[in-house]
Structures are given as C-alpha cells and as structure tokens.
C-alpha cells in the first residue's frame, strides 16, 4: 500500500494518515492492508480497535496491548507509549487505530502524542459525522496527519470490482441493481453478493453473471442494517414500514399517515430523507437496503394491511401522476382490498410504458380474473406477446376476438395478433394474410390507417423500400393518423428511404412527425422504430446523431426490468460497431445475446444481438468466437428481419477475415451487395462494398462512385474515395480519406485506409511515409480496443508477405491443414504447401508449425486486449 505512505508525508511531514468515511466504505480493511503490507516490509505493527463498551476505560481501545491500566495516567501513559514502541523493525513502528471517533480522552490523548513526537507511523480510521474528540480531530487539522476521505464506490467502480471478484462479465444491469442497492458500500456490497452466490440467486448464465430478481437479505446482512439503525420506538417502525413498502411518499401524506413528530424524529436520526420535488416534498428511506431489511422480517397480514392503507392513501389525495396510479394498482394488488378491474388495467397500460411488461401482464391478468372486459384481456395480450410468450398470447387473443364488438376494437385485436404471428411466433406469411384480410373489412379510416401503416412496417421489414414508403406516405398524409399509425409509418418510411439511402429525407420526415415515445400501446414499437433508425444512421454514417439516440434509449431503459434493457444493449453495440470499438460492441451485444438466450425472445431481439455479436468478434479478430457465434446467428436467423439479409452475409464476411481468409470474405461482400441490389437498398450496398475495399478489394471504385451520386450521407461518400484512392494505389489519396473518415467517427475504417496507405507507401519505396502511415493505423487501432482487420495485420507482419502468403499463414495459424485451406480457397494442396514454404522462408521458421506459431505470436503481441 505504497499510497499509504505516500499520504503520509504529504504535509509538513507528517508521519500517517487518516481514513475517514462512512460506515462500510472499507477503512477498516484498507487500514488493515496497510499494515499487512509494512509487516512485510520489515515494519512492526500494532493495532488498536475502539468500541463503544471500551469507551468508559482509560485507554480502554490499548487494553489487549498494554495491560491492566494503572491509577496513574502519566505513568499509564508513558508506558502505554513505551509498549507500542517497543522493539522496532528496521522499518519503525506502524500503528493502526481503528475506529478512532470512539476512544476515551486518555487514548485520544496518547494517539495525539504519539503523532507529536513523530516516533511511530500512524494509521486512523474514524467514521465521518460522527462526535470525535479533540484530540482526535487535531490530528488534521493542525497538519500533525494527513487525511483521506473515503467515497462509497462509484457504479462503474462496483462494475469493475464485480467482475474482478467473481472473474467474468457482469451483466450492466445486475451490476447497477447491485450499486443501487448498496449505494457503492464495499461492507453491504460483500455481505449481498455472497448471500446471493450461496443461494444461486446471483449466476453465471452464457458467459455472463446476472442476478434476474431481488433475493431476500441474509442474516448477516440484516444485522448490519439493525446496527446501523439501531433500535426503534413503535413510532419510528411504523414511518420506516410505511416508506419500506410505499416509498417515496409525499411528506404530508407520510406525516397523515404516521404522526408529524415520528417523521421529524425519523429524518433526524437520519432514518429518512425528504428532498424538495415541486409541493411534494418525496420522503425515503435513507438507505435502500433498509426497506429491503424491513419488507423482509414484516408478516404477510401486517404487510397486506400496510398496503391497503398506502393504496387508499395514495387513491385519495388524488393520484394526480402516472406513478402514483400504478403504485397505488401494485399495493392494492397484494393488499387486503378488493380489487378493482379499471384501476388495475389502465396502471397495467402505464407499466407499459414504463417498459415493465412482467408487472403489465401481473396486472393484466389479475383486471381479467377480477372481471375485466376487453380492455383489461388485450392488456395481457400485448404484455404476454412483448415479453416472448408467443403461444400464451395467441390464446389470450383468442378471447380478445370474442370479446370484441366494432371495428375500432377489432382492429385494436389485429395489430397484436399480426404483430405476435409476425415476430413472435414466426409465421410471417400467415400474419401478412391477416393483416390483408383485416384491410378488406374494416371501412372505418381511423381503423384503416392503422392497418395500412402496420402494412407499410412489414413491406420495409421484408425488403420492399418502395412499397413501405408510398404506403407510409398515405398515413402520414392523412389527418390526425394517430400515435400507433404513426409509429408504424416510421418503421416504414424509416426502412423504406433509409435502406435506399435517402437519409436526409427521411430525418426531415420524422423530425416533422414528432415521434410519440410514451403512449400505452405504443412504447415498444417506439424502441423498435429506435432500432430501424439505428441501423439506417449507422449506414449512413452519421454517427453523431446514431450516439445520441443510443444514449437516450439507454436513459430511457435504466431501471427498467425485463426487455428494455437488453434492446438498450444491442443498439449500443450497433453505436460502437459504427465506430468500430469491436470488443465493446462485443460486450455489449454479448450481454443481451446471453440474458435472451435464458428468456424467451419477444421478437427477433436474439438474432439482432447475435447478428452484432458476431460482427464484433470478427472484426475483433477472435477468430473461434466469431465462428462460434456465427454457427449460432445461422441457427436463430429469424424471417420478420428480411432486410437484413445482406448484414448476414457481411457478419460471415468478418469471420472469414478473422480466421484469414481475405479473399473469401471479400466474395462475402459482393454477395451482401448482390443481395442488397435484389432488394433496392443502395445504402446496404454502399456499406457491402465499402466493407470489400477495406478487406484490399481495388475493384469496387467505379460501382462506389456511382452508388455516391444516389445515396445521400458522408459515408457514400467517402466510400466512393476509398474505392477510388486504392483502385488507383494513390497512397496519399488513402491518407486525406482516412483523415476524413476519423473526423467522421468511423475509427476502424479510417485505421483500415491509413494502414493500406502505409502498405502502398512501402511498395512505393516511402519507407518514412509508410512508417508515419502505419503509427497513425496503430493509433486509430487502439483507440477501437485493439480491432484486428486484413489491412492492419499486413503491416504488423516483420517481413514483408504477398497477401496470398499472408491469408495462408493466417490459415495455417488457425488450425487448418494443407488440405483444409487448399478446400477452403479453391487451389490445389502443392499451391498451398508453396506458399507455405515461401512464408516459412521469409519468416526463417522451419516448418509449417512453427509458422503457424510465429503468426499466432504476433497477432497476440499487437492485439492483446480481450473480451
């Protein structure tokens, strides 16, 4: 603990430190490790540890070191300081206090000596807030000892010392859960984590650890809690009962409920707080594991009582809020009232929107048992479908049918049952019959507008730009077409013009539309449209407004169980894909792609996260992963994502890159491109090809020019002089576009032309150009976790090799005999083993396993960074 030190001779020379903070931050155990490690160091150590009951005793914390005490206190102290001084190592004498805010005045006094005369080091933890003697506090303040003030962790910080501890990735959302639960204290934090890894509450699921729900306190844990607190009179119980279980609560609406003297004594002791929020002054528990403690050791009567009083509370100051209503559903739900149909479906619908769908279908389902019409069953029919219960939802709509009576809720009853055959159970055929039959009968244009926007999401989703575009345009064209229709029409026209590359058009559009985020039935088609934008921006190239939009649907799913989350993840990766940050678009997609996996998929999400997954891997250059996750993504490809057929075939192409194979994954890009061509989406083509000059194709230049005079944004256009700067091998020219890529925000793509500038400079004989070319590949490299590409492992190899040489050696370092990359390549088993000899030769390696080793060596020495 070398810090320590350091710290203690900051000021004046003073000989220690002081840790202070609050309870549980880890002053103990940092104090504690300090001394462990001057022991070793040929320090000798002592340690003291204060507690209250000691407190009455002069020098009652120096007890088990210094004996009985004596009736004299300067005699006591003088040998009080001669014991703790006693026999020094060659390092001194290190002495730690711990808990100094409770020591009597004559310890006190003794700790202030010793740090007067400067004879020992001192180490002093005392707990913030609370009364310290003088003494104590002098130690400071008059410079005699620095001092440190400890912070809880942070939430990254308790990320990190998750994944430390427990040795793999966490899941961001269990690990926020974590943080927010213990407020970053290392003490809760433990005691939490272990009582969960006991009970397998807390576990590893598909390479990640995640922790699906809340498990109840261990012993432990509660204890420290009671300690905290300490004992509480009736009254005090009762506010810290009602805020455990309906918190927050207004301040006025606390104070009725308890009495106005328990709150005031509740927020002085700190039990509580009460912050400023408009008029309503929202009182909390002061700690969340306080309500965690007490929800847990309540008796189920006592806690259903508590809630029916809350729920009729909240209910009669009016329940002005969304939140309020819902909260006042969920009490009453597990309370001793009667149920009430109407309030518990229409908080269902404000679950949704809240992207709760577990608590919307809870809710659902008990609005239909307590006698609930048609809306209270297509609540749960759209929670059931939302959250991948495909086959309990089609069931559901069975009785939604029979219970509708006009067009209006007839039509209400289609777009789920159209929308849980399309995505959930994958029967898109049978939805889009449906959906023409429900246009043949209904006449009403409220009713048909929905439809026909509905319409227009399907012809975008299974690649028909035109047809989703005119059909958009019609809804949107009409009067007051109504949030759902909205949406819809911006899957649509999203799909439709972003997929042809008329992206300026069609961000035009929708900032026109003002996009509603927030309606009942509307919530989760807003996430999706979400996901089409991300995709069409990330094509574009248009990053900045692509990480804006990442970023708020990532405000707008924290703290939100279920799905939300997981959507959140997957546009991240897509976000840092664009950038071409491989490893954490890996990480990111990988912690959707597991949760999925355990869950059931409420609609293609597993073969979107899969898709960027396996993306990730291969531009990252793990080459097994990436064929792993491939072999999956080939398994889970789901029919409702037509239009991302070309991707498909350009995630293949990066795994053929990363196992080597440049030539392959080239022929990958053309056909992504062909695909793209069949369907009418320029903007994928551009990306295709663009993909195939960065993996060394000379020959898309001419194609790339002519795609850059229809497809609108800065990323067909700097394709266009990608292509063209390479077909002429103007390593200048791959120099400027790199430039501009970077400016751009696509780092990867601009490392991949710096490094093809850098190998051209070479060929060219511009060793000093080459070598300022190949720095700046490296650098841009880094910046995206250490991605590995065709162009950047050219100029890592210390000899020069023919690419052909290369992409065999690459191969050979992945495993595949003569025969397999002779298969793999098309050529004949002799034009491999020539080539293998001539790498093997330039390289002076003996033979083809040690070739394989020398490759396997430098890709692990230039790309060491790991998921």
């Given at each position: 603990m070398r810090f320590i030190a350091d710290m203690t001779r900051r000021r004046s020379?003073?000989?220690?430190?002081?840790?202070?903070?609050?309870?549980?931050?880890g002053k103990t155990r940092l104090a504690r490790e300090a001394l462990d490690h001057a022991a070793g160091r040929g320090v000798t150590v002592r340690w003291a540890g204060a507690t209250r009951s000691a407190r009455s005793l002069p020098l009652g914390a120096f007890g088990p070191i210094v004996g009985e005490p004596g009736t004299d206190p300067i005699r006591l102290l003088r040998r009080a300081m001669d014991t703790l001084l006693a026999n020094p190592g060659p390092g001194g004498v290190l002495i730690g206090i711990d808990d100094a805010h409770l020591l009597d005045d004559v310890s006190a006094l003794l700790v202030h000596q010793l740090a007067l005369r400067r004879s020992a080091t001192l180490v002093v933890t005392l707990r913030s807030g609370e009364p310290t003697p003088d003494a104590i506090t002098a130690l400071w303040k008059d410079g005699h000892l620095g001092r440190l003030d400890l912070q809880p962790l942070s939430e990254d910080e308790t990320a990190g010392l998750l994944e430390a501890v427990l040795g793999g990735q966490v899941d961001s959302h269990s690990a926020h859960d974590l943080w927010k639960i213990t407020r970053g204290n290392l003490l809760f934090l433990h005691h939490l984590v272990a009582a969960e890894l006991d009970s397998g509450h807390l576990r590893e699921v598909n390479g990640i650890w995640r922790r699906p729900g809340r498990s109840r306190p261990s012993q432990q844990l509660t204890e420290l809690v009671d300690a905290r607190i300490g004992r509480l009179s009736d009254e005090l119980c009762e506010v810290v009962d009602l805020l455990a279980f309906g918190e927050p609560l207004g301040a006025s609406l606390l104070t009725a409920l308890a009495t106005p003297s328990a709150v005031e004594q509740a927020e002085r002791r700190g039990l509580i707080t009460i912050d400023g929020d408009g008029r309503r002054l929202p009182a909390r528990l002061a700690h969340p594991l306080y309500g965690e403690v007490q929800r847990a050791?309540?008796?189920?009567?006592?806690?259903?009582?508590?809630?029916?009083?809350?729920?009729?509370?909240?209910?009669?100051?009016?329940?002005?809020?969304?939140?309020?209503?819902?909260?006042?559903?969920?009490?009453?739900?597990?309370?001793?009232?009667?149920?009430?149909?109407?309030?518990?479906?229409?908080?269902?619908?404000?679950?949704?929107?809240?992207?709760?769908l577990g608590l919307a279908a809870r809710l659902g389902r008990a609005a239909c048992v307590a006698g609930g019409g048609f809306?209270?069953?297509?609540?749960?029919?759209?929670?059931?479908?939302?959250?991948?219960?495909?086959l309990e939802a089609e069931q559901q709509l069975e009785r939604v049918f029979a219970l509708a009576e006009n067009d209006d809720q007839r039509t209400a009853a289609t777009v789920p049952m159209v929308g849980n055959l399309f995505f959930g159970l994958c029967r898109t055929d049978e939805a889009e019959s449906i959906?023409?039959?429900?246009?043949?009968?209904?006449?009403?244009?409220?009713?048909?507008?929905?439809?026909?926007?509905?319409?227009?999401?399907?012809?975008?989703?299974?690649?028909?730009?035109?047809?989703?575009?005119?059909?958009?345009r019609a809804v949107l064209a009409a009067p007051e077409p109504g949030d759902q229709a909205v949406l819809f029409a911006g899957w649509g026209?999203?799909?439709?013009?972003?997929?042809?590359?008329?992206?300026?058009?069609?961000?035009?559009?929708?900032?026109?539309?003002?996009?509603?985020?927030?309606?009942?039935?509307?919530s989760m088609l807003w996430f999706a449209l979400a996901q089409i934008r991300v995709v069409v921006l990330r094509m574009a190239g248009r990053l900045a407004d692509l990480r804006q939009l990442a970023q708020h649907c990532a405000e707008l799913a924290a703290d939100t169980p279920g799905i939300a989350p997981l959507i959140s993840d997957v546009l991240l990766a897509e976000s840092e894909l664009a950038t071409g940050r491989a490893r954490t678009a890996a990480r990111a997609a990988h912690r959707a792609s597991a949760a999925l996996a355990e869950e059931l998929d409420p609609g293609g999400w597993v073969f979107n996260s899969r898709l960027s997954l396996t993306e990730a891997l291969g531009m990252a250059g793990d080459a097994t992963a990436a064929r792993q996750s491939l072999t999956e993504l080939d398994r889970v490809v789901h029919p409702a994502?037509?239009?991302?057929?070309?991707?498909?075939?350009?995630?293949?192409?990066?795994?053929?890159?990363?196992?080597?194979?440049?030539?392959?994954?080239?022929?990958?890009?053309?056909?992504?491109?062909?695909?793209?061509?069949?369907?009418?989406?320029?903007?994928?083509?551009?990306?295709?090809?663009?993909?195939?000059?960065?993996?060394?194709?000379?020959?898309?230049?001419?194609?790339?020019?002519e795609l850059a005079s229809i497809v609108d944004g800065p990323r067909a256009q700097l394709a266009a002089a990608h292509g063209t700067a390479l077909a002429r091998q103007n390593g200048d020219a791959l120099d400027a576009v790199s430039a501009e890529l970077e400016q751009m925000g696509t780092l990867l793509i601009a490392a991949d032309a710096a490094a093809q500038a850098s190998s051209l400079h070479q060929r060219h004989g511009s060793a000093a150009r080459s070598a300022v070319s190949a720095a700046r590949a490296r650098a841009l490299a880094s910046a995206c976790?250490?991605?590995?590409?065709?162009?950047?492992?050219?100029?890592?190899?210390?000899?020069?090799?023919?690419?052909?040489?290369?992409?065999?050696?690459?191969?050979?370092?992945?495993?595949l005999s003569n025969k397999d990359v002779a298969e793999r390549l098309t050529v004949s088993v002799r034009t491999v083993e020539g080539h293998v000899y001539r790498a093997c030769t330039k390289l002076r390696v003996a033979d083809r396993a040690a070739l394989a080793e020398a490759i396997r060596a430098e890709t692990n020495a230039s790309y060491s960074p790991r998921l």
């Open positions: 020379g003073a000989s220690g430190i002081v840790l202070a903070g609050e309870a549980g931050v050791r309540t008796s189920t009567l006592r806690a259903r009582a508590l809630r029916g009083r809350l729920a009729t509370a909240i209910t009669s100051s009016g329940a002005r809020r969304g939140e309020d209503l819902l909260r006042a559903a969920v009490l009453a739900l597990d309370s001793d009232m009667a149920p009430d149909p109407a309030m518990l479906t229409d908080a269902g619908w404000r679950a949704t929107q809240l992207f709760d809306g209270s069953h297509l609540l749960l029919a759209y929670a059931l479908s939302w959250q991948g219960r495909s959906l023409r039959a429900a246009l043949d009968s209904v006449s009403g244009r409220p009713a048909r507008l929905v439809l026909e926007a509905m319409s227009s999401a399907v012809d975008g989703l299974l690649g028909r730009p035109r047809q989703a575009v005119a059909r958009a026209i999203g799909l439709g013009l972003g997929l042809q590359g008329r992206t300026g058009e069609l961000l035009a559009i929708l900032a026109e539309l003002r996009l509603p985020a927030g309606t009942s039935e509307t994502f037509a239009y991302r057929a070309p991707d498909i075939t350009l995630a293949r192409a990066w795994v053929a890159a990363a196992e080597g194979a440049v030539r392959e994954a080239i022929g990958h890009a053309h056909h992504a491109a062909e695909t793209a061509v069949r369907f009418g989406h320029a903007a994928q083509e551009v990306v295709a090809l663009h993909t195939a000059a960065c993996f060394g194709d000379h020959t898309v230049g001419p194609r790339l020019a976790d250490g991605a590995r590409t065709p162009a950047l492992a050219a100029i890592t190899q210390p000899v020069a090799l023919t690419a052909r040489e290369r992409e065999i050696a690459m191969l050979v370092a992945n495993g």
